[in-house]
């Protein structure tokens, strides 16, 4: 189990380096040129290769994946990252926001709520 405990946390180490440099490329990259993205959405990937459960890595991928407007693409990440954590707020504002996009707005209002539910019950948490 100890072997097994090493191996998980390099995994670990690997899927947040190749996030973190992910997310460096975003931050060059020319907004209005989302092709500039593709180099951090394979980070990404790998990121979640290593790590499945790298929720940051998760989102961002969905974001990044919106923003080269493959929103059908970026809304199967976001419910894979619900599926990971049901509380995590901003996987419900992301859907909210791709549903929008896609024209889904009754679907979008849903994860809104859901979204600012989860907003109020964390801020109401001591």
């Known amino acids: 189990a100890k072997f ?12 947040q380096s190749y ?14 040129d989302p092709t500039q993205l593709e180099p951090a959405i394979d980070l990404l990937r790998q990121a ?13 991928l969905g974001v990044m994946l919106a923003k080269q407007a493959k929103y059908q693409e970026a809304i199967m990440v976001m419910q894979q990252l619900e599926m990971i954590n049901p509380d995590n707020q901003m996987a419900q504002m992301n859907l909210s926001i791709f549903y929008m996009k896609i024209g889904d707005k009754e679907t979008a209002e849903e994860h809104k709520a859901k979204g600012t539910v989860l907003q109020f019950n964390s801020a109401l948490k001591p």
Do not use: T, V
Request: charged residues 45%.
């Open 4 to 15: 097994k405990n090493i191996g998980l946390k390099k995994r670990e180490e690997r899927s």
């Open 48 to 60: 979640l290769k290593e790590n499945p459960r790298n929720e940051d890595a998760m989102e961002s």
């Open 19 to 32: 996030l973190d440099e992910a997310l460096n490329i975003f931050a060059k990259a020319d907004a209005k």
